[in-house]
């Protein structure tokens, strides 16, 4: 790929807290929509904020979905500003955290966040047949939900159920899949606080947390990428997922990061940077969109 047309991101991002500024990589120009409730009588966390270019229209949409173990984390600094400047959308969204919800509250508040934003594509110049979703960590296992039940209506739950939460395609930073093999011992752990109870006598919840476990033939497209020297979720956690889906005809692209930890400057090297690039432009702006 062309010098100038390599997208750049702070992996920094990942973690920050915006105290009031302007987030890291936004457009001078920017079109910004902050704390967005979507849904009816929302929760606190119950919010999104939507960044459009300046100009533009029928945008294609990438969501960011952030991490931090189910329990903690923000919408707040979200990476990947700078696709504002290669003609996307992106929205970053809260949902509601284990310590005040158990699984599949969090699902059901993405899902919700889709659908917002699918019902009100039009007025901010988003193409509702192109909308994409990100996410690392706990963020990369709700994105991995999001693309594989999307036939799965029990969590479509709340507002604007005359739109779909299909989701046209799936980046997943390093995100935990099947959370019996990862829980290796007894005890309190950001899972056990996920499902609300430890997973040795909650097997079933568990297994309803998997993404694994809704993979069917014609979920949209993956990116997987994970670090091979990752302390919190093993590699093994991804390949699973990939495994999966190419086993069901997805297509997937499993890209390992050599020397890679949970995160870090392993994922934004100019490689990382273009396979997430095009990966983006492939299946949101590339690709023809067939109507449902």
């Given amino acids: 790929m062309p010098k100038h047309t390599r997208f750049l991101f702070s992996f920094a991002a ?76 992106l929205a970053s969204l809260n949902y509601r955290l284990s310590q005040d919800a158990v699984f599949p509250a969090q699902l059901i508040d993405c899902k919700s966040a889709i659908r917002w934003l699918r019902a009100h594509a039009t007025e901010n110049g988003i193409n509702p047949d192109r909308i994409g979703v990100w996410g690392a960590s706990a963020g990369g296992h ?72 809704y993979i069917a033939k014609g979920d949209p497209p993956f990116l997987i990428m994970h670090g091979d020297k990752d302390p919190l979720v093993p590699l093994e956690q991804s390949q699973l997922l990939a495994d999966a889906l190419e086993k069901a005809g997805v297509p997937v692209i499993f890209n390992v990061i050599p ?20 990966f983006f432009v492939k299946t949101l702006k590339d690709t023809p969109i067939p109507r449902e």
């Avoid at 457009?27 to 960044?51: C, V, W």
């Avoid at 709700?142 to 799936?170: I, P």
């Avoid at 959370?179 to 609300?196: A, C, F, M, Q, V």
């Avoid at 930890?261 to 392993?266: E, I, L, S, V």
Wanted: charged share 20%; glycine share 14%.
């Fill in 14 to 89: 990942l973690l920050a807290c915006s105290c009031g500024a302007a987030p890291r990589g936004l457009p001078a120009d920017a079109i910004t929509h902050l704390n967005i409730p979507y849904a009816a009588g929302a929760a606190e966390r119950q919010n999104l904020d939507l960044y459009l270019p300046a100009h533009g229209t029928n945008l294609p949409l990438i969501v960011w979905i952030h991490g931090g173990g189910w329990t903690e984390g923000s919408k707040e600094n979200p990476p990947g500003l700078k696709f504002l400047d290669h003609g996307f959308a």
């Fill in 142 to 213: 709700l994105v991995a939900l999001l693309g594989t039940t999307g036939d799965a209506k029990e969590f479509d739950q709340g507002e604007n159920l005359n739109v779909s939460s299909k989701v046209r395609c799936v980046c997943d930073w390093f995100g935990p899949t099947d959370l019996i093999k990862i829980t290796k011992e007894p005890g309190d752990s950001p899972i056990t606080r996920l499902i609300g109870g430890p997973v040795a006598e909650n097997h079933d919840k568990a297994e309803r947390a998997n993404p694994i476990h």
């Fill in 259 to 278: 020397n890679g930890g949970h995160g870090g400057p392993g994922f934004t090297t100019p490689e990382e940077r273009d396979m997430l690039y095009e």
